[in-house]
């Protein structure tokens, strides 16, 4: 079983920036994947970025360029840093673990992009 608690969300003005973490429980190195979704009111959860045990990273279209996925392995501790933020990135941020073949995710933190 696996733990994961974002944090790091809140309002921002467009332009801003922000940086969420993930906390998991266990060692991250253990962990075949880390990911950032999100879900925006009235959507469907979708896939921000990915990052894999081997370093390979992925990024949806949308936010190439303005979102870099990292992680520190010694804090167990995944990152979402966003940068040149616009309103329509306003949704919940969630963060998931891919363990082996089971998905574990995080409760989500708000992120609202607003002047």
């Known amino acids: 079983q696996v733990q994961l608690v974002e944090s790091g969300g809140g309002l921002v003005q467009p332009g801003g920036s922000l940086r969420l973490s993930c906390v998991a429980s266990?060692?991250?190195?253990?962990?075949?994947?880390m990911n950032w979704y999100r879900q925006a009111p009235g959507k469907q959860r979708e896939l921000v970025a990915s990052?894999?045990?081997?370093?390979?990273?992925n990024y949806a279209d949308y936010v190439k360029g303005r979102l870099t996925i990292s992680r520190d392995n010694a804090k167990n501790t995944a990152y979402l840093q966003m940068n040149s933020l616009k309103t329509e990135d306003t949704a919940v941020y969630y963060c998931?673990?891919?363990?082996?073949?089971?998905?574990?995710w995080g409760q989500g933190t708000q992120v609202t992009v607003s002047s």
């Open positions: 998931k673990a891919d363990v082996r073949r089971s998905d574990y």
């Open positions: 266990r060692r991250i190195l253990s962990f075949d994947a």
């Open positions: 990052l894999t045990l081997g370093g390979r990273t």
